[in-house]
C-alpha cells in the first residue's frame, strides 16, 4: 500500500483511501510501523469526540465481567450469576445497584452470550454484601435493552464519594446478573444427565460460520430457506437472531456476503427491528428484494458464553498458530496429563471441530502422521482414541470415542493426529435446476463405449454385451458446480499425484469428487454413475471474477470462487447406466466431495436430489432441490411420497 490517508473511523487499514493494493512506487527501506500505547482509551469519561467515531458510544470500558460469588455458582461453566465489575483504571470495580435495571442486566447477558436475564434471590447477596467492604465504579448506567454492547448504553448518575473521595452505594449493594443460557449451554449439574428435550424447527438458522454463533442469516419461509438482503442491516437486527438462536447479542452485523453466498430465494429485506422481538419474522421488513441478489447476503457474529473448550486442546509443533500435532488434556490417574490423538480414520470432519474448538476457522488439512512436526515429548501418549465426530460438535470430546480404554495400534508420537487450520473455506453447490432441464436417455452403442468400459462407467453386466450390435441405456445430464464459499477449491493431491487419462486427453487431480446415483424409494441404490474422476476448473466466472484454473496443457486445476466447473451431458461418463433398472419411480442422488476429502464450510448442500418416473422409455425428473434447501418436514414427505406429485416436466 502506498499514500495512505485515514481519517480515524475506519475499521480496518483497508478501508483507508490508498493507491490501491500493489500499486506502489516504494522499496522496503521505506517501510512503516508502529508503536501502540499500551494506555487504553480512559474508561467511562463521558468525551463528546468518541461520539464522532462510534456511534451512540457513550461509555468506554476497558473490560467488564460476571464474577461468581455463590459458591454453586463458582463451579459452573459457563458463569451465569454474579457481580458485574468493570475495569477502570487498571481495577476491578463493581456497580452501585441503586439505579441498575433488568434492561441493563439484558444488555450484559447478551455481551456474555446469553438471550435473557432473569431474578434472583436479593437476600443472600445483601448478606454476602454486608461482609465485605467494596470498591465502587463511581456512575451508573443506563441502557434501553436493546443494545448490542454497554458502550451504546447512556452514562447514569454520578455516585456521592466519601471524605477520601470514594465512591458509596448508600443503603444499596452491588449490582448482581443472573442470565438464563442458551440450550446448548445450559450448565449441566454433576449428579444428573441434562433433561431431554425436542428441538422444533427453528424458522432461523446460521450457515457457513467457522465457529459456533456465526453464518450467514437463512429464515425459514413456506417451507423453503432463503437468505437475507443486507440493507439496514445492524447489530439491534442481528442480535435478535442471535437470542432467538440461544446465543446472545450481536458482536457484528455482517454485510456482502463475507460469509459466504446462498442459494434458493431472499427472503427478507430492510429489515427494520426494536431489538425486543421473539424471533426476526416479527420485525418490521420488505418481502420485495428487487435489487438485492446472493452478493448482498447478510451474516452475523454472535456473544457465545465462554465455555473455556479452547483450554482442552493445543496444536504442537507447527510452523504457525495454525497448524500442529493435536495434543489433549485427559485426566489419568487422578491427574492432568497432555496427549496425542490416535491418527486411525481421523478425517477433516474431526479436524473441522479442533479447529473450531481452538476458534482458528475451518480445516484446511486433516494429518495421520506428524513426524515432521515435532510436539512436546512429554505428550507422545495415545491419550484419546476412536474418534469419530460428526462435525457440529463444539468440543472434540463432544466426538464418539473409546474413553479411557484407549485403543491405538499404531501408536502416538509421529502418528499422533494432526490439523491446518484456515480463516476460509471454499463451498460446493450444485445447480439442481439445470440437471432437471438437461436429464434425458440415449441408447448408446456399445461400438462408441470403448473408453467408457476401460474407465469402468457403465453398469457389470456390460462386460456381457455385444460389441457389434449391443448398446447401453444411459440417463444423461449436466452438472454444473458453483464455489459459493469464501477461498478457492483446490484438489487434494498435488500435481505429483494426478493421473493421466489418455481417452480424455488430461490430468484428473480427483479420484473420488461426485457420486451419480439411482435410489428406489426406499433408499436402495439400483444404479450408480462410475465416473472414474475429474479434472477440475473454472468454465464461467461472475462478471468481475477472473478464470484461474484450467484443465488444458497440465494447468492449475481448481474452482474459483465466484466460479462454476460445467460437465456437460454429452462428455464421456457423465451419465448412469440404467440398462438393467425396470420402469418404476426413483430418487436420483448427486453427492459432491463425497468423502470430505477437501475442506468446506458446509457439507450440507453438498447433496441434491431429484424426484425421477422412468416408464421404460422415457424419463421425468421433478422437485430437483439441494440438501437443506427446504424444512424437514417437506424433505421427509420429499423421500417417502410414492408417485408423481405434480405435472412439472423436465424442459429439454
Known sequence: MDNVHCNGKETTLAACTSNGWGVTDCKHTEDVGVVCSEKRIPGFKFDNSLLNQIENMNIQVEDIRIRAILATYRKRVPVTEGYVEVKDQGTWKQICDKHWTMKNSRVVCGMFGFPSERKYNTNVYKMFASRRKQHYWPYSMDCSGNEAHIS???????LNVDAEKNATCENGMPAVVSCVPGRAFAPSSHSGFRKAFRQEQPLVRLKGGANTGEGRVEVLKNGEWGTVCDDNWNLVSASVVCRELGFGSAKEAITGARLGQGMGPIHLNEIDCTGFEKSVTDCKFNTESQGCNHEEDAAVRCNVPAMGF???LRLSGGRNPYEGRVEVLAERNGTLKWGTVCSENWSTVEAMVVCRQLGLGFAS??????WYWHGDI??????MSGVKCSGTEM?????????????????????????SCSETAPDLVLNAELVEQTAYLED?????LQCALEENCLASSAVNTSLTSGYRRLLRFSSQIHNNGQSDFRPKNGRHAWVWHDCHRHYHSMEVFTHYDLLNLNGTKVAEGHKASFCLEDTECEADVQK?????????????????????????????????????????QVVINPNYEVAESDYSNNVMKCRSRYDGQRIWMYNCHIGGSFSEETEQKFDHFSGLTNNRVATR
Not at 451504546?152 to 454520578?158: F, I, T
Not at 488439512?365 to 506428524?370: I, L, R, V, Y
Not at 512429554?378 to 491419550?383: F, G, I, L, M, R
Request: aromatic share 10%; charged share 20%; net charge negative.
Open 378 to 383: 512429554s505428550a507422545d501418549n495415545v491419550v
Open 548 to 588: 484461474q484454473y484450467e484443465c488444458a496443457n497440465f494447468g492449475e486445476q481448481g474452482i474459483t470462487v465466484g466460479c462454476w466447473d460445467v460437465y456437460r451431458h454429452d462428455i464421456d461418463c457423465q451419465w448412469i447406466d440404467i440398462t438393467d433398472v425396470p420402469p418404476g419411480d426413483y430418487l436420483f
Open 310 to 312: 479452547q483450554n482442552q
Open 152 to 158: 451504546s448504553c447512556k452514562l447514569g448518575n454520578h
Open 444 to 448: 448408446r452403442p456399445m461400438f462408441m
Open 395 to 419: 468440543s472434540l470430546a463432544h466426538c464418539r470415542h473409546d474413553g479411557a480404554h484407549v485403543s491405538c495400534p499404531r501408536g502416538g508420537g509421529r502418528f499422533g493426529a494432526g490439523v
Open 365 to 370: 488439512h486433516a494429518f495421520q502422521e506428524t
